[in-house]
């Protein structure tokens, strides 16, 4: 133990009972608005300190501050974890070996002023309660100047927990007549359950569209897909096929029905495009391109990886439209 240490806990005593025993009496030998702020109060925790206090004796080079922690805590106090106030550098060679005192050297001359001082790497007291932290100011000779005591709490920690309800709302809305989607124009307005093409006019083709929205507080986001149960397909078993000539393929520009005598797959098509750009594809239908289906695969038509509002293009609202072109052999 450094000589000083035990003449330092005889000024602790000293002092705290002076305090007591001349309580309202001004006294000029007492650091005023000491405090140490822990980084985490927790039992055991390896963290830092940060002592504060306003001195009211000047300090002259080679005058230092000494700051005590209770030998519960199993502090290691070296230079490279202790930062000094302004003007003031740390001992080297009485912190060398790690000790229970940090002690920082004025080289030069220092006003009474307000002073901070911070300690990295303290372990904590494993035992909860509250520990007493001696600061005081010296003189070169190894007189103190003023001290005080903070104190400090070691509790245990709160756990904190929360839980947030997940939400999904998911809406299709017409849309109308005229309406460009993703480079087509819609030649009908649709209804929220269904698409009526209606009669169709040959070598001509008819788009409808619907506008699609998600609200969710996903922290994964939404993927909404469509799929088809079967071809267009009439009682008699005469379908319309899917685009292009009944064979699905990556999204492309939209082609006319073949037309191909005995070939029915070439007589009429049917297919989809989506308007969302930020798919798990990226910009899966790029602009203007169609895909067919395949009676089995989803086709992705809308992606967003994080919550969405539902307002917001590509990350809650889109539209996608449905094409259909028959040709003169298109059975009825």
């Not at 001004?26 to 055991?44: E, H, Y």
């Not at 083709?205 to 939404?222: F, H, K, P, W």
């Not at 088809?228 to 009682?235: E, G, K, M, V």
Request: proline share 5%; net charge negative.
């Amino acid at each position: 133990m450094h000589p000083l240490k035990k003449a330092f806990y005889a000024k602790v005593i000293l002092v705290m009972v002076m305090a007591q025993g001349l309580a309202g009496t001004a006294n000029a030998a007492s650091l005023g608005s000491v405090r140490d702020v822990l980084g985490s109060s927790s039992p055991g925790a390896t963290t830092s300190h940060s002592i504060s206090f306003i001195f009211h004796q000047s300090l002259l080079p080679g005058d230092y501050i000494d700051v005590i922690l209770p030998t519960d805590f199993a502090s290691g106090i070296n230079s490279a974890g202790l930062t000094c106030p302004v003007d003031m550098i740390s001992d080297v060679g009485f912190m060398s070996t790690g000790t229970s005192t940090a002690r920082c050297v004025a080289i030069n001359p220092i006003p009474a002023t307000t002073s901070i001082l911070s300690m990295q790497n303290v372990t904590n007291p494993s035992v909860t309660g509250s520990y007493a932290i001696y600061t005081s100011t010296n003189d070169s000779l190894g007189t103190v100047k003023e001290s005080a005591v903070a104190m400090v709490a070691v509790v245990d920690t709160v756990s904190v927990s929360a839980s947030v309800s997940a939400s999904l709302t998911f809406n299709i809305s017409p849309v109308a007549t005229s309406t460009n989607v993703n480079g087509a124009d819609t030649t009908l307005t649709s209804a929220t359950f269904s698409l009526e093409f209606g009669l169709l006019t040959v070598s001509s083709s008819s788009v409808i569209a619907q506008e699609l929205s998600v609200i969710t507080n996903a922290d994964d986001g939404y993927s909404v897909t469509v799929e088809q149960n079967q071809n267009l397909t009439s009682n008699s078993g005469s379908d319309i096929d899917s685009f292009i000539n009944g064979t699905t393929t990556s999204p492309l520009p939209w082609q006319s029905p073949e037309n191909t005598l005995d070939q029915e797959w070439t007589y009429g098509h049917f297919g989809i495009t989506s308007e969302d750009t930020t798919l798990s594809n990226n910009d899966w239908f790029g602009n203007n391109l169609w895909e067919g289906f395949n009676n089995s695969d989803p086709i992705e038509v809308m992606y967003h990886n994080g919550p969405a509002d539902g307002l917001a293009v590509d990350k809650g609202l889109t539209r996608v439209a449905y094409r259909i072109e028959v040709s003169p052999l298109q059975e009825a």
